[in-house]
Nanobody, 119 residues
Framework: VQLQACGGGLVQAGGSVRLSCVVSGTIFRINAMGWYRQAPGKQRELVAL??????RYGDSVKGRFTISRDNSKNTMFLQMNSLKPEDTAVYYC???????????????WGQGTEVTVSS
């Protein structure tokens, strides 16, 4: 199983960025998918999480970020609006679920994609 995140870059404060994360491999089912971020000198924190039951967000991004997924393409998105300099971080995607071959569970991180918000 591999997770590939993309879409980061440099954006001005108040701007928008859309991140994507594609999960590939012999997957039977993906349960939860999520975005996390880690700013320099800080711990990794939850940005947003989505399951079949719904989604939840970190307090600092509520109302500005929207997580979504396309189950047919094993792809997750993060629409980031009204960006602030404090949103600057490396953003990581994560997914867990079950493999197709023997239904073993998996829980993997993707490589990060950097988002820099200038003031």
């Amino acid at each position: 199983v591999q997770l590939q995140a993309c879409g980061g870059g440099l954006v001005q404060a108040g701007g928008s960025v859309r991140l994507s994360c594609v999960v590939s491999g012999t997957i039977f089912r993906i349960n939860a998918m999520g975005w996390y971020r880690q700013a320099p000198g800080k711990q990794r924190e939850l940005v947003a999480l989505i399951t079949d039951a719904g989604s939840r967000y970190g307090d600092s991004v509520k109302g500005r970020f929207t997580i979504s997924r396309d189950n047919s393409k094993n792809t997750m998105f993060l629409q980031m609006n009204s960006l602030k300099p404090e949103d600057t971080a490396v953003y990581y995607c994560k997914a867990d679920g079950f493999l197709r071959c023997d239904y073993r569970s998996f829980d993997y991180w993707g490589q990060g994609t950097e988002v820099t918000v200038s003031s």
